[in-house]
T-cell receptor, first 116, second 115 residues
């Protein structure tokens, strides 16, 4: 089966610019996650969707970050305006359902963002 | 707040040496525990998981982990490492009531295996 697709793979922008990342999860997966992974740290959950509803966005900096998952499939994560500290790899993951026995996450390759 | 600690940030071993990577978490309730691995240039992928039952779980490539509830630990082990085990290893914990589980990752341990 096809894996989690993310684009772009790399993005370089200047501070105060805006940027958007796209994720296409594995077909049929109900849950979608966006993580921020800063160099030397573990992935930090930004937002979790179940189908097209938000389950957890407690760590999403809502003044500049936004995310949506239209029709419960693809998702976009946007940063506007970007700051230097947003430089990181943005990972998308999906899992088959909401049952904890199925909460194995499948990760995409990530988007590496550099803010200059 | 939930936290996951991986105390070994960088481990260097010779081939055939034994490996143990520590993982401790802070949540006192029911947890699902995971180890994920990221090989150089590849995606994060699942190594092994614990949901319930036998606290000693076996994963791919000869890895195993033991859940010790009293110690809030889920340490990863391998009796004899290979050069191909060079990677970054992340412990993750999912906890929470009812139908919602909050996921937290540790900071990761970079393992370098010297031939």
């Amino acid at each position: 089966e096809a894996g989690v697709a993310q684009s772009p793979r790399y993005k370089i922008i200047e501070k105060r610019q805006s940027v958007a990342f796209w994720c296409n999860p594995i077909s049929g997966h109900a849950t979608l996650y966006w993580y921020q992974q800063i160099l030397g740290q573990g992935p930090k959950l930004l937002i979790q969707f179940q189908n097209n509803g938000v389950v957890d966005d407690s760590q999403l900096p809502k003044d500049r970050f936004s995310a949506e998952r239209l029709k419960g499939v693809d998702s976009t994560l946007k940063i506007q305006p970007a700051k230097l500290e947003d430089s990181a790899v943005y990972l998308c993951a999906s899992s088959p359902g909401t049952d904890p026995t199925k909460n194995i996450q499948y990760f995409g390759a990530g988007t590496r963002l550099s803010v200059l | 707040a939930q936290s996951v600690s991986q105390h070994n940030h960088h481990v260097i071993l010779s081939e055939a040496a034994s490996l143990e990577l520590g993982c401790n978490y802070s949540y006192g309730g029911t947890v699902n525990l995971f180890w994920y691995v990221q090989y150089p240039g590849q995606h994060l992928q699942l190594l092994l998981k614990y949901f319930s039952g036998d606290p000693l779980v076996k994963g791919i490539k000869g890895f195993e982990a033991e859940f010790i509830k009293s110690k809030f630990s889920f340490n990863l082990r391998k009796p004899s490492v290979q050069w191909s085990d060079t990677a970054e290893y992340f412990c993750a914990v999912i906890n929470g009531p009812g139908g919602y589980q909050k996921v937290t990752f540790g900071t990761g341990t970079k393992l370098q295996v010297i031939p």
